[in-house]
Structure formats: structure tokens, C-alpha cells
């Protein structure tokens, strides 16, 4: 059997890029305010509680990830993120908010994000997007995309509002979509974004119309514009590096297309830009196979979507790329020695749902 997702035996990773901690601070004061102390389960993601009072120290994205997942569970709101995005001070953001809001333009706010965004989350990586109005597309480097849901829906969504914010209107986008699923109709969500949002997608993606990328931007300032571009390397002296692991790299070009039942080695190289022999090679120098990242990327999403609940077994088995059944019960049994409901069950008693 596998270990669980987060495991210290898991083969392969390096070090986890690292967040200013701005989401695990606010699903913390969550718990607080409704009755629940944070720490244990802090403690329980590999957090120090100390960071609560410390808003200098940096979080590893990684660990923020595994506490924003148990906070939704505790809470019982499985939009955390969502929710958390709409309340909370954007200023608690710092360096990068406001040189957004200095900017002339929302197309140059978007790009003071793709320039600075890193300083608050070295994993996602922030750019452009190719649509013909002002967007943006998130990436995920030295991170799994597949482990998070709470951060994209937290970013993409306070990125609109700061959208809106910067403007003084009330824009609507003409595209959102994200890659993690969510079954269903998310009617909350898009009655915020004011448009259905595309789970399941290729792309982590907010986009808007062709006439909004020279929308001027009512908290502009260029003064303060120029003073914190050069202030920039003195507030945030370290670098991001080059955090993504082949590994991880892999596991993020395979979940888009696993749903769709294409995780072919060619068409990952493909996507990474190299050949099957030259990938099948650099996974052999980690000591592992490709069939061992799908194998395993498999295993750690149905324990996912069957922990949620929000999925049938059928549907999970299609989101896990298989498109019979039998091959579904097979690989449950392979990994846990249980069918898929007999796993459930099990989950639903060990958190007492």
C-alpha cells in the first residue's frame, strides 16, 4: 500500500517553496473565532504555532496546503478559500498589493503581479495570459497542484476583487477556470464571479474583455509606483530559486489530462518539452517510473475526492482516468486491499463523519 499524501517516505520531492502565510494566519483565526483551537492541528500540518504572532515567518507552501485542508474539514466549509478571499484586508497582502493598486492601468497591475507575485508564494507562478483582455494564468512550481484547491480558489478570487477594487467596477470575467474538479454547479462561487467557473479545466485561468486591459486604475500613483519598484530588492532580499522537482513537474502536467484519459508519457514529455526517452531516463536517475508517478498521483487523489464526499464512485474512477469500473476496483484493491465504497467507509469512521 501507498503512504498517505504528505508522507516523509514519498520518493523524489525537494524542499517546498515557502508563503508569506497569509492563508494559513486567516483559516487559523477562522477556527479560533468559532470555538477551535488552531494549534493542534497546526502542529498536526508540521506548522509552528508561533507563526500566529509572527508575521515576518514564511510558511512552506506545502504545510499551508495540509492546515488549509483540515480547516475546511473542521469548519465544515469546503470553500474556505473562496470565503477567506472575500473578507479579509487586502493589505494584509503588503508589497504586492500596493504596487498593483499604484499602477496606471489593470493590465500593468496584472503584470506588477507576474513580477512580484512570487515574494508572497514562491509556488505559484504568475503570468499573462493570452487572451486579448487584461488576464492571468497561475502555475504551480515545487508543489503538487493536485493536493490544492483552497489557494487557487483564495488567489483567483482576491484577484478579482482587487480587479474590482483598483477600477471602481463591478467587472465580470469572461473566463474562470480551475483544474481541480468540483462536481456540480458551485452556484456561491458564481454568483460572485458572475459566470459559470470551468472545473476541471486545463488551466488555472481569470480573464476578462478585450476593453479592460487600458482600464485606468482609480487608486493609481505613479510616485508611489516608483518608489516601491526600487524599494523592491531591499524588502525582499531572497529568491525563489529553482523549486520545482521533476517529479513534481510531472505529477502537474499529468493532472489536466487525466480526466480525460490521456496521461500518455509521449504527451507529458510533450508538454515538458523533451522526449519519452530523455524523461524516462531523468525519472530512473530519481529512482522511479512513470507508471510509478501516475500509479501513485492516482492513489492520492482518490483519497481525496472519496475523503470529500462530494463524488460517487463512479465519478471518481473517471476522474482518475479509468474508464471501466473494474479497473477502478482493481487499483483500490492494489493500493488499500478494499473496494472503493469499502474505502470510504473507512475514511468517514476515521474522521468521525
Request: with cysteine; net charge neutral.
Amino acid at each position: 500500500m501507498f503512504p498517505l499524501p504528505g508522507s516523509s517516505t514519498e520518493r523524489g520531492r525537494e524542499q517546498a517553496p515557502t508563503t508569506v502565510g497569509v492563508l494559513t494566519r486567516l483559516a487559523a483565526a477562522q477556527l479560533s473565532a468559532q470555538g477551535i483551537d488552531p494549534e493542534p492541528r497546526m502542529i498536526e500540518a508540521g506548522l509552528s504555532p508561533s507563526l500566529l504572532g509572527n508575521p515576518d515567518e514564511r510558511v512552506p507552501v506545502r504545510r499551508q496546503i495540509a492546515f488549509l485542508n483540515m480547516a475546511a474539514d473542521d469548519l465544515g466549509d469546503d470553500l474556505l478559500g473562496f470565503h477567506l478571499a472575500q473578507s479579509f484586508d487586502l493589505r494584509a497582502l503588503g508589497f504586492v498589493h500596493y504596487i498593483m493598486a499604484s499602477a496606471e492601468t489593470l493590465a500593468e497591475a496584472l503584470t506588477y503581479q507576474e513580477l512580484y507575485g512570487v515574494s508572497v508564494n514562491e509556488a505559484l507562478k504568475i503570468r499573462e495570459g493570452s487572451g486579448e483582455g487584461a488576464s492571468l494564468e497561475l502555475s504551480y512550481a515545487g508543489v503538487e497542484r493536485h493536493l490544492d484547491r483552497h489557494q487557487a480558489e483564495f488567489w483567483l478570487t482576491t484577484t478579482l476583487r482587487q480587479c474590482r477594487l483598483f477600477t471602481g467596477r463591478e467587472l465580470v470575467p469572461i473566463s474562470a477556470s480551475m483544474i481541480h474538479s468540483r462536481p456540480g454547479r458551485v452556484a456561491e462561487m458564481e454568483r460572485y464571479f458572475g459566470l459559470q467557473i470551468d472545473f476541471g479545466a486545463e488551466l488555472d485561468l481569470l480573464a476578462f474583455a478585450r476593453d479592460t486591459k487600458e482600464l485606468p486604475l482609480t487608486t493609481r500613483d505613479h510616485f508611489l509606483k516608483e518608489l516601491l519598484a526600487g524599494l523592491h530588492q531591499k524588502a525582499f532580499p531572497y529568491s525563489a530559486g529553482e523549486a520545482s522537482s521533476l517529479r513534481t513537474r510531472v505529477e502537474n502536467a499529468i493532472m489536466p489530462r487525466l480526466r480525460h484519459g490521456t496521461p500518455k508519457i509521449e504527451a507529458i514529455a510533450r508538454d515538458l518539452g523533451t522526449s519519452a526517452r530523455t524523461l524516462t531516463r531523468r525519472l530512473a536517475d530519481l529512482g522511479i517510473s512513470f507508471s510509478e508517478v501516475l500509479d501513485e498521483l492516482r492513489y492520492q487523489l482518490a483519497v481525496q475526492y472519496l475523503r470529500d464526499g462530494t463524488s460517487t464512485v463512479s465519478q471518481v474512477t473517471w476522474l482518475l482516468g479509468y474508464r471501466e469500473p473494474s479497473a477502478s476496483v482493481r487499483a483500490f484493491k492494489r493500493w488499500t486491499g478494499k473496494t472503493p465504497t469499502a474505502f470510504r467507509r473507512e475514511l468517514r469512521r476515521g474522521t468521525g463523519r
